[in-house]
């Protein structure tokens, strides 16, 4: 209780004042899990980095060593793993396929994998590296296109003026220049259309 005579300034920034974080327990680090895998999908390392900084957090405010969290999230991790809750492979499948539906090119997509702590072994087994970065990148670039109204979707009076910041664009999302100059080529964005089904990569 607020002392008497308390103002109500004085109870507000007691009120707001954030708490302490709880001791970790194998059950706290299963709710905490849980909780983040119902709103976010997750590689199991993007997990552990999760859970690390949780631990990390309640161990500083309790002055415990964050070994024994580090321990029970190793556990934990392996068994959603074998209860698949967790599975990396579908992970950067699903998301790779998702950033080059957005028009992101392979070397993104290997960038944004890394960053949600996916091997790289398993990146480069989901960006199959049998396929040419400009092959697999013809269409990602035309989604890019499409999104950014870039090229062949700009208006016509625009094109010329605007090609050279386009390319840019094109190079600053990680785009070759052979693939950028390829799409920027189209006439129009039915001409990118019929590439597209057809399987060019070619203008």
């Known amino acids: 209780r607020p002392p008497a005579g308390a103002s109500d300034g004085w109870r507000s920034v007691n009120e707001h004042r954030p708490r302490a974080p709880r001791k970790i327990t194998a059950q706290s680090l299963d709710n905490a899990a849980l909780h983040y895998l119902e709103r976010f999908a997750s590689s199991s390392g993007n997990l552990r980095r999760v859970l690390r900084r949780k631990v ?4 500083a405010a309790h002055e415990a060593d964050p070994a024994e ?7 934990l991790i392996a068994r959603y793993l074998a209860a698949g809750l967790l599975d990396d492979r579908a992970y950067a499948a699903q998301k790779a396929a998702s950033l080059r539906r957005r028009g992101t090119s392979r070397r993104g997509i290997a960038a944004r994998l890394a960053e949600k702590a996916v091997e790289r072994t398993l990146i480069a087994e989901v960006l199959d590296p049998e396929e040419a970065e400009e092959t697999g990148d013809f269409a990602a670039a035309c989604a890019l296109m499409r999104r950014r109204r870039l090229g062949p979707y700009r208006p016509a009076a625009q094109r010329d003026v605007m090609r050279r910041r386009d390319l840019a664009t094109l190079a600053r999302a990680g785009f070759a220049f052979d693939v950028a100059r390829r799409v920027l080529s189209a006439l129009d964005p039915e001409t990118l259309e019929v590439w597209l089904r057809e399987g060019e990569d070619t203008a």
């Open 69 to 75: 969290g580090h321990a029970l999230i190793e556990a």
């Open 56 to 59: 990390a957090r309640a161990a």
